[in-house]
């Protein structure tokens, strides 16, 4: 299999910036050009401020800012700010969020499930981490305020993107102890069910009977709980779920993460294809925090692997990283990789660089 270069190419938002009109990131793309039709979503925008925000804590860049103010003002609107009121029995929609956006900025009226919100936590977090300014920090603030209430309403993706957000919300205000315990409810949740599959001689240590979409981020969540709560429970629980994902998306060679395609059912086959960038993301979010837990070296080499991904270390030994555009394939399939760089793909490959520049840097060179 053909490998691809060591080097990390340049982070570059020249795609991040084709896709992104005055009101936010569109959806989807017909190659490289967006489809205007389709939309945007409060997902595509949440992840594109967190790749925002990166970016410009990196280097300070004039267009990054200006894209984080645009991204944040998507997210910001898609917010019902309000806070949770209770109204004859039931809860009114206080701290949610609208996630499908038609091209005319009308919101639709009747959207299917979504991790919407616990993304939009997730890059609030991020934002209170790393502000480019303070200006920006009561704004964001007052939103967790609002929503960190639901979190434990939501299902188990959000909750865990959740857990990222209400982590950078503690490295800012370390006193908050009701966000502390937002967040100690969040990931005990998550774990609840793994309280009897743990025990030896199982063999499927993990929080469903089938491995679907972005599966790393669950024990990226439970490392950076462990971390931020220092509790090592949350870190046991980590490693087991982290092993065990590992032992069935790397070949030793390179990564090859559950396809799309059926997905990987307990005690049935793992689809191959299609493979999502979403996949390496997460799974590079989940090493990153792996090593900030364990100090652990390993983790890092793994986390240049799982890059590699988008370079041509995969299945097929096709890079879906295009240097020319500056974009990214939609997914890995089996005849190939897909021509259309959408809103998903292309901030995956950016949040999954992004991640891993000072990582990489930590690794002795021979």
Same mark, same amino acid.
């Given at each position: 299999?053909?490998?691809?270069s060591?080097e990390?190419?340049?982070?570059?938002? =020249?795609?991040?910036?084709r896709?992104?009109d005055?009101? $936010?990131?569109?959806?989807?793309?017909?190659f490289?050009?967006?489809?205007?039709?389709?939309?945007?979503?409060?997902?595509?925008?949440?992840?594109?401020?967190?790749?925002?925000?990166?970016?410009y804590?990196?280097?300070?860049?004039?267009?990054?800012?200006?894209?984080?103010?645009?991204?944040?003002?998507? +997210?910001?609107h898609s917010?019902?700010d309000?806070?949770?009121?209770?109204? &004859?029995?039931?809860?009114?929609?206080?701290g949610?969020?609208?996630?499908?956006?038609?091209?005319?900025?009308?919101? *639709?009226?009747? =959207?299917? +499930?979504?991790?919407?919100? /616990?993304? +939009?936590?997730?890059? @609030?977090g991020? !934002?209170?981490? *790393?502000?480019? %300014?303070?200006?920006?920090?009561?704004?964001?603030?007052?939103?967790?305020?609002?929503?960190?209430p639901?979190v434990?309403?939501?299902?188990l993706?959000?909750k865990?993107?959740?857990?990222? /957000?209400?982590?950078?919300?503690l490295?800012?205000?370390?006193?908050?102890?009701?966000?502390?315990?937002?967040?100690?409810?969040?990931?005990?949740?998550?774990i609840r069910?793994?309280?009897? +599959? !743990?025990?030896?001689? =199982?063999?499927?240590?993990? @929080?469903?009977?089938?491995?679907?979409?972005?599966?790393?981020?669950?024990?990226?969540?439970?490392?950076?709980?462990?971390?931020?709560?220092?509790?090592k429970?949350?870190? =046991?629980?980590?490693?087991?779920?982290c092993?065990?994902?590992?032992?069935?998306t790397?070949?030793?060679?390179h990564? %090859?993460?559950?396809?799309?395609? /059926?997905?990987?059912?307990?005690? /049935?086959?793992?689809?191959?294809?299609?493979? #999502?960038?979403?996949e390496?993301a997460?799974?590079?979010l989940?090493?990153?925090a792996a090593?900030e837990?364990?100090?652990?070296?390993?983790f890092?080499? !793994?986390?240049k692997?799982?890059?590699?991904?988008?370079?041509?270390?995969?299945?097929? $030994?096709?890079?879906?990283y295009?240097?020319?555009?500056k974009?990214?394939?939609d997914?890995?399939?089996?005849?190939?990789?897909?021509?259309?760089?959408?809103a998903?793909?292309?901030v995956?490959?950016? !949040? %999954?660089?992004?991640?891993?520049i000072?990582?990489? #840097?930590?690794?002795?060179? &021979?």
């Amino acid at each position: 299999m053909t490998k691809s270069s060591i080097e990390l190419p340049e982070p570059s938002l =020249e795609h991040l910036q084709r896709l992104t009109d005055d009101t $936010g990131l569109f959806q989807h793309a017909k190659f490289t050009i967006p489809l205007r039709q389709e939309g945007y979503t409060t997902d595509d925008n949440a992840r594109a401020l967190i790749v925002a925000t990166k970016y410009y804590a990196l280097y300070h860049d004039t267009q990054a800012l200006r894209l984080l103010d645009r991204y944040l003002a998507f +997210v910001l609107h898609s917010h019902n700010d309000d806070p949770p009121r209770p109204t &004859r029995g039931r809860v009114e929609a206080g701290g949610t969020v609208r996630n499908f956006m038609n091209f005319d900025r009308t919101w *639709q009226p009747a =959207e299917p +499930v979504h991790d919407a919100l /616990g993304r +939009v936590l997730w890059a @609030f977090g991020s !934002l209170l981490a *790393q502000p480019p %300014s303070q200006i920006y920090v009561p704004i964001v603030r007052e939103r967790i305020d609002i929503s960190a209430p639901l979190v434990e309403k939501q299902h188990l993706r959000g909750k865990a993107y959740s857990i990222l /957000g209400l982590s950078g919300y503690l490295n800012r205000f370390p006193d908050a102890d009701d966000i502390r315990a937002y967040m100690r409810q969040a990931v005990d949740a998550i774990i609840r069910p793994l309280s009897s +599959v !743990l025990r030896p001689p =199982e063999n499927w240590p993990w @929080f469903e009977d089938i491995l679907t979409y972005d599966n790393a981020m669950l024990p990226c969540a439970l490392f950076t709980a462990a971390t931020t709560l220092g509790d090592k429970r949350y870190l =046991e629980v980590a490693q087991k779920t982290c092993d065990f994902l590992l032992a069935n998306t790397y070949t030793g060679d390179h990564f %090859s993460f559950v396809g799309c395609n /059926g997905w990987f059912r307990r005690g /049935g086959p793992k689809a191959q294809f299609d493979q #999502q960038p979403i996949e390496a993301a997460g799974t590079i979010l989940m090493l990153k925090a792996a090593y900030e837990a364990t100090k652990d070296r390993k983790f890092l080499s !793994l986390q240049k692997k799982a890059f590699n991904w988008f370079l041509g270390e995969n299945d097929l $030994g096709i890079p879906l990283y295009d240097s020319a555009t500056k974009g990214c394939g939609d997914g890995l399939g089996a005849g190939g990789v897909s021509a259309n760089q959408g809103a998903e793909s292309t901030v995956s490959f950016l !949040l %999954s660089q992004l991640s891993i520049i000072k990582d990489q #840097q930590r690794i002795p060179r &021979r």
